[in-house]
């Protein structure tokens, strides 16, 4: 097999995989699907719920239901498990070894360091992380019938119309979008949670680690501009 048909064989797979994916792009912030749906990703923090005094939780469960009260549209709450990634904590170690000028400080540090990548390599420490889909949909979306929606959850194939159309409705829908994040971001930082919407960049990563969960370990994304998507 010559370099010719493998890089038609590669081309073909990756067109095969898109034509079967309901994301048609990632632009400002935010998700767009093929359908002309919208969705924005909030990352939240976390709480140790049972460290807290019955107090406490009886004011954080009262403060989640009232919450969930004021939501007018549904949204998804996801919780991703996955190995812990240290290379940037272990970067940062190296910047400071190399930065430390006291000679046993910066044997230490770099020690540290070692251990922490050897730890990391060798036990199966595992990170939780928590995220919550906030979405939004073109009026047309909606009223499709149950046999519609259900080919095109099957079959989410594009085109220059839908390309079209999506743009045309992408500012307005934006606009709408952006009011629901505001909602939610506001209740959930009411009951003391951190909230932070994911950047262009972060879902693209966060996309690319999903999908390619062995790859992105060793081949990391360090800035989406200089991407090279000629092939695909």
Do not use: W
């Not at 976390?46 to 460290?51: G, K």
């Not at 107090?55 to 009232?66: F, K, P, V």
């Not at 904590?89 to 006291?102: F, M, P, R, S």
Request: aromatic share 8%; with cysteine.
């Amino acid at each position: 097999m010559n370099d010719k048909t493998t890089h038609q064989k590669k081309t073909s797979n990756m067109a095969s995989t898109q034509l079967h994916l309901k994301i048609a792009e990632i632009r400002d912030n935010v998700l767009v699907l093929k359908n002309g749906g919208m969705r924005s990703i909030i990352k939240t923090s976390s709480v140790n719920f049972n460290l807290k005094s019955e107090s406490e939780q009886q004011a954080l469960i009262i403060g989640y239901q009232n919450f969930l009260n004021t939501l007018e549209f549904p949204l998804q709450i996801v919780i991703r498990s996955k190995k812990l990634d240290a290379i940037k904590y272990l970067d940062h170690l190296k910047e400071v070894a190399d930065k430390q000028e006291n000679p046993l400080l910066k044997k230490q540090t770099y020690e540290y360091k070692e251990y922490i990548k050897k730890l990391v390599e060798y036990a199966d420490i595992m990170e939780k992380n928590f995220y919550v889909v906030i979405p939004i949909d073109p009026y047309r979306a909606k009223k499709k019938n149950i046999i519609a929606q259900f080919l095109e959850f099957i079959t989410p194939n594009d085109s220059i119309e839908k390309i079209i159309q999506r743009r045309n409705e992408f500012e307005n829908l934006k606009k709408g979008l952006l009011t629901r994040v505001n909602s939610v971001k506001t209740g959930l930082e009411q009951i003391g949670l951190r909230c932070d919407q994911l950047t262009t960049q972060e879902i693209i990563e966060l996309f690319y680690e999903i999908y390619n969960p062995v790859t992105s370990r060793n081949q990391k994304i360090n800035n989406i501009d200089e991407l090279d998507i000629s092939h695909i």
